[in-house]
């Protein structure tokens, strides 16, 4: 069997659940990467995205509180490549321990990798990237005294985030870079935290201050590497129809078709499962003979034994939908 080329997409709530310390993100990541081996083991050749939302919301947060006008906040933009640096350095740390635990001998390497966004994209306008740690209401309005210029938004029913800017991928920079990694054998980790925002300008590109969606770019990325499955790991085995509602059902093997009427029907929670729904529809629709696959971490074993998860194709044989 050919090996087949996965993009992994890991969210960034799934490295930092409860304990933002560097020390439990790491042992997260570390628990991730037994799984995300299991790829390596079967034959395949992997790439890995992750999110970023909780870590460089705190970033920001950790500016703020320490800035003085000799030791500045740095931009958006260099807060999400900070991420990249450390969450990088904690899943290639993670993976290189794992693959020689089995005795694989694999390079795992961090590209920092930046993503073309477009100058006039309405997004920047409107913010909804939830990003950083949950607030109560009351947490809220204090914030927003001390910061007139902060957005918030309700998350998927666990309480409010700070928003900000998340334009849609036009283009990953590095993506020739990360795929001539993939085919020398080393597993790239790369578009971390959706990638670095920047716009063409002549030979330049210029940081721009925003969080691109990491399921986005990791579905544009998927595709410019030429990957036979899109893998977006999250919180939850499947995606729901009537999520939390007496009448929950999961989506097991579900066609473009299916999912496009699902949306239309209000199903997908916005700045969650919304994206991750849109941008498995973007990777089958460009690739029709690929597969793109939401599940959990912990399911990972079951996906890649049964094939247990919620697979979307071109056309679908579920039963249930
Ligand atoms: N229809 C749905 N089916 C499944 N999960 C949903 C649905 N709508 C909203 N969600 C929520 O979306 C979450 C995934 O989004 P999020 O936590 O933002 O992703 P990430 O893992 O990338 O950080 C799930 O854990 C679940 O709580
Ligand atoms: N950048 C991004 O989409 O991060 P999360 O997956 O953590 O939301």
């Known amino acids: 069997m050919t090996a087949r080329k996965i993009v992994v997409a ?32 079967q034959g395949d050749s992997l790439i890995i995205s992750h999110g970023n939302g909780p870590q460089v919301g705190n970033i920001l947060l950790q500016q703020a509180a320490g800035s003085t006008p000799d030791n500045p906040e740095m931009p958006l933009d260099t807060a999400v490549a900070m991420t990249q640096g450390s969450i990088g350095y904690w899943l290639q740390n993670a993976m290189a321990a794992e693959l020689a635990a089995l005795g694989l001998e694999m390079d795992v390497a961090t590209v920092v990798t930046q993503v073309v966004v477009d100058e006039h994209d309405p997004a920047f306008d409107t913010p ?16 927003k005294s001390a910061n007139p210029g902060f957005h918030f938004v309700e998350d998927a029913g666990r309480g409010y985030r700070r928003v ?9 920079v590095e993506a020739g870079a990360v795929n001539q990694l993939a085919k020398a054998g080393v597993i ?23 969080v691109i969606d990491k399921d986005f770019a990791s579905e544009k ?31 097991t093997t579900v066609s473009v078709n ?36 939401i599940t959990s971490l912990s399911n990972l074993g079951q996906f890649i034994e049964s094939g247990s998860g919620t697979v979307v194709s071109m056309v679908s044989a579920d039963a249930n939908v």
């Open 258 to 293: 299916e999912l496009r009427q699902h949306i239309a029907d209000g199903q997908f929670a916005a700045g969650s499962m919304l994206p991750k729904v849109e941008a498995a529809i973007e990777f089958v629709t460009h690739r029709p003979e690929g597969q793109a696959v």
């Open 164 to 172: 900000v800017a998340s334009p849609r991928p036009v283009d990953v």
């Open 10 to 41: 890991l969210g960034g709530n799934a490295i930092l659940a409860n304990d933002a310390s560097a020390a439990a993100q790491q042992r997260a990541l570390r628990e991730t990467a037994k799984y995300l081996v299991k790829f390596i083991q």
């Open 221 to 251: 990325l998927a595709e410019r590497v030429g990957a036979d499955q899109l893998i977006i790991l999250t919180a939850v085995d499947h995606v729901y129809v009537n999520f939390n509602q007496p009448q929950q059902r999961q989506l």
């Open 188 to 210: 790239p980790i790369a578009a971390g935290g959706g990638g670095i925002p920047v716009v063409r300008q002549g030979n330049q590109l210029i940081g721009r201050e925003a």
């Open 128 to 143: 909804t990237k939830p990003i950083g740690p949950f607030y109560s209401r009351e947490a809220v309005s204090v914030l």
